[in-house]
Nanobody, 124 residues
């Protein structure tokens, strides 16, 4: 059984930083693509960032490029999202997810397992 558990969300002022973590179990972590998505109230779940397995190639949504950094520690089965220069529009529930394949999917249906989400709130 694959399990993904996010942590690190919270309330932060605009311009601040947060680091999200996602601990994975039940799958050979280094072999799979990992992604971060977010969902704000009344909006669809959207791609934030993705990272390939052992090669570590990264991909970002234009809205977060230059501000967010996705990384992974395969020895710790942990995925990270460093979020800097946060804006009120970054407020959402953030989810980590895992996918098989070679290319990083940018839609939710490309991922087969999801975490429960962690709330990020950015005040202005």
């Amino acid at each position: 059984q694959v399990q993904l558990v996010e942590s690190g969300g919270g309330l932060v002022q605009a311009g601040g930083s947060l680091r999200l973590s996602c601990v994975a179990s039940g799958r050979t972590f280094s072999s799979y693509i990992m992604g971060w998505f977010r969902q704000a109230p009344g909006k669809e779940r959207e791609f934030v960032a993705g990272i390939r397995g052992s090669a570590g190639s990264t991909y970002y949504a234009d809205s977060v490029k230059g501000r967010f950094t996705i990384s992974r520690d395969n020895a710790k089965n942990t995925l990270y999202l460093q979020m800097n220069s946060l804006k009120p529009e970054d407020t959402a529930v953030y989810y980590c997810a895992t996918a098989t394949g070679v290319l990083v999917p940018i839609t939710p249906r490309g991922y087969d397992y999801w975490g429960q989400g962690t709330q990020v709130t950015v005040s202005s």
